[in-house]
């Protein structure tokens, strides 16, 4: 997908069972693909989605979120992560979606500060038991790449970027920043 295609209208089975509409008729839709389920780059990332989800929503977005892992690798993974998770173990939306996997998502160097910070986050979670501790074998493997898409109701994508390295997405901020541009509401 790349800006102003269309992305057709489907439904997406949450990891809890729920129904999400892609495209979400009411609102915009951050579609985010992560790594796989437990990935610390990944966890760290969401936390910050999570702890920000009211100015999320306030602007107007669903935040929908993908990864290459399956739903039960993911549930005893992302317990506490309160938004619309999709497990994709086949892919089938990375690759319309042109998400690629590919081995600089971990050998470039612009990712390892991301990958300390989160190992070292990771380690504090699992020993104050509030986390499991990261798969050894992860479903789809560890070489995935990020990729964020903002989605209209009508389906048409207003802003989309493809990671280069396992921790090129957007912030919350450059989220909001491109909500803002794409309907003129500011925060």
Same mark, same amino acid.
Not at 143 to 172: C, E, M, N, Y
């Given at each position: 997908?790349? /800006?102003? $295609?269309? *992305?057709?209208?489907?439904?997406? !089975? %949450?990891? #809890? @069972?729920?129904?999400?509409? &892609? ?22 990332? /969401?936390? $910050?989605? *999570?702890?920000?989800?009211?100015? !999320? %929503?306030? #602007? @107007?977005?669903?935040?929908? &979120? ?122």
């Amino acid at each position: 997908m790349s /800006l102003s $295609s269309s *992305v057709p209208a489907r439904t997406l !089975i %949450t990891i #809890a @069972g729920t129904e999400v509409s &892609v495209p979400d008729p009411n609102r915009l839709v951050h579609l985010q693909f992560r790594r796989f389920a437990g990935c610390p780059v990944c966890s760290l990332h /969401l936390r $910050s989605f *999570v702890l920000r989800h009211h100015e !999320i %929503t306030a #602007a @107007g977005i669903h935040e929908v &979120v993908v990864f290459h892992s399956s739903a039960t690798e993911l549930r005893a993974q992302t317990a506490a992560v309160p938004l619309d998770l999709i497990a994709d173990p086949a892919r089938a939306l990375y690759r319309e979606f042109g998400v690629e996997s590919s081995p600089r998502a971990l050998l470039d160097p612009r990712g390892w500060p991301a990958i300390i910070r989160s190992v070292a986050n990771e380690i504090r979670a699992v020993r104050r038991h509030e986390k499991p501790p990261t798969p050894a074998h992860a479903d789809g493997g560890r070489l995935g790449l990020p990729a964020d898409f903002l989605i209209a109701p009508d389906g048409t994508v207003l802003a989309a970027k493809r990671g280069v390295h396992l921790d090129d997405q957007w912030s919350v901020d450059e989220l909001l920043a491109h909500a803002a541009r794409t309907t003129g509401v500011t925060r």
